[in-house]
Structures are given as structure tokens and as C-alpha cells.
Antibody, heavy 115, light 107 residues
């Protein structure tokens, strides 16, 4: 069965760039889009954006100027880069399969923005 | 599209029926509306997609209905494992958006 696993630093300094990778195992990335979603502590879910297997992207305008999502199908990975982070970017970051509804999610990784 | 879920908290006993509402600020295209369940420390779990289709492995006590701007998730008889937070999500237009969640707690 397909599984997703997020990885990356758990602590990022303000004004720096947050970088996360999601590794897909147990299946192909082909024919699917791949998403990032986050959840600030004690709050609800926020859609960040997605990338198709061919590399086209769809970003939440709230992040557009700071956000890059990329994909490497040869490694079965896709990545998130969020620049100029502030403390409001502190959250659990999830990767998920699908550009619309998400049936498969990673377990999530906590990223804290703090000096 | 802004999704507003009500109530914020639902206090019920096991065996009771739960009715959760999700109202959209504008019509959701093609009923592209999903429902998720989230328990503490866990990723969300897809329950319903396309407003009324159950995801793989979801028990039939969960049902979804609605169209346009008004959607409902019904849990026919609450089991102990159903006490959690529930989110609706629209994926008919960008940006995708989630409701703020409804917490179903044990009365």
C-alpha cells in the first residue's frame, strides 16, 4: 500500500527557508497530484498547494510569493520550500496524495519557527 | 470559498446520531466536497468524497449528503472511536479550503 513520509528540519529560524521532503513508497507517483497541507498548533487545516506528476503547480495565493513545490519522480519524492518564514509558519506539515480530495496522508512533521 | 461548520462542538453519547453541517460561501462545483476525521496526534482520515461517496474502508454508519452550498455529515450511531474532530473540504475550486472543524465529544 502507498505510504507517505515527511522529512526535514524541525526547527527553522525566522526569515530563513523551510524545506521539507515527502517520500512516496509502495506505489508510483505517476498520474497523481501531490499536496502539502499544514495545521498550526491547536488550529484547523490549511491547504498550501499541490504539484502534478508532470510538474505543474497550484498554490494557495496566501503563500504564492514565498512558496515552491517541486517533484522528482525518479526518487519518488516531492518537496516544499517556504521562504522568509515567521512564527506564524509554525505548524504540523502534512504531505498527501491528490490535488483535490486526499485519501492518503503522511503522519505529519512538526516545524517550529523560532530563533 | 469559505466553509463554515456548525456546531463548533457536539456533545453526544455513544449510540446517538450525530449531524454535522458545512455551509459554503458560494456553490461548490460538482459537489466536490469531502469530509475528514482527525484524532489527536494523527493525520486526517478521509471519510467522504464527492459529498456522498464513502472512502475505502469507511463504515456505513458514516454518510454524506448535500449539494450547492449546504452539506451534511451524519454518523448514524456513534461508536467510542468516532469521538474526534471533523473537517469538511471543498476541492471544486482553488484555493482548496477547509472548514474550521466540528469537535464531537462524549457527553
Amino acid at each position: 500500500q502507498v505510504q507517505l513520509q515527511e522529512s526535514g528540519p524541525g526547527l527553522v529560524k525566522p526569515s530563513e527557508t523551510l524545506s521539507l521532503t515527502c517520500t512516496v513508497s509502495g506505489g508510483s507517483m505517476i498520474s497523481y497530484s501531490w499536496s502539502w497541507i499544514r495545521q498550526p498548533p491547536g488550529k484547523g487545516l490549511e491547504w498550501i498547494g499541490y504539484i502534478s506528476y508532470s510538474g505543474s503547480t497550484n498554490y494557495n495565493p496566501s503563500f504564492k510569493s514565498r512558496l515552491t513545490i517541486s517533484i522528482d519522480t525518479s526518487k519518488n519524492q516531492f518537496s516544499l520550500r517556504l521562504s522568509s518564514v515567521t512564527t506564524t509558519d509554525t505548524a504540523v506539515y502534512y504531505c498527501a496524495r491528490g490535488g483535490g480530495v486526499h485519501e492518503i496522508w503522511g503522519q505529519g512533521t512538526t516545524v517550529t519557527v523560532s530563533s | 470559498i469559505v466553509l463554515t461548520q456548525s456546531p463548533g462542538t457536539l456533545s453526544l453519547s455513544p449510540g446517538e446520531r450525530a449531524t454535522l453541517s458545512c455551509r459554503a460561501s458560494q456553490s461548490v462545483s460538482s459537489s466536490y466536497l469531502g469530509w475528514y476525521q482527525q484524532k489527536p496526534g494523527q493525520a486526517p482520515r478521509l471519510l467522504i468524497y464527492g459529498a456522498s461517496s464513502r472512502a475505502t474502508g469507511i463504515p456505513d454508519r458514516f454518510s454524506g449528503s448535500g449539494s450547492g452550498t449546504d452539506f451534511t455529515l451524519t454518523i448514524s450511531r456513534l461508536e467510542p472511536e468516532d469521538f474526534a474532530v471533523y473537517y469538511c473540504q471543498q476541492y471544486g475550486s482553488s484555493p482548496r479550503t477547509f472548514g474550521q472543524g466540528t469537535k464531537v465529544e462524549i457527553k
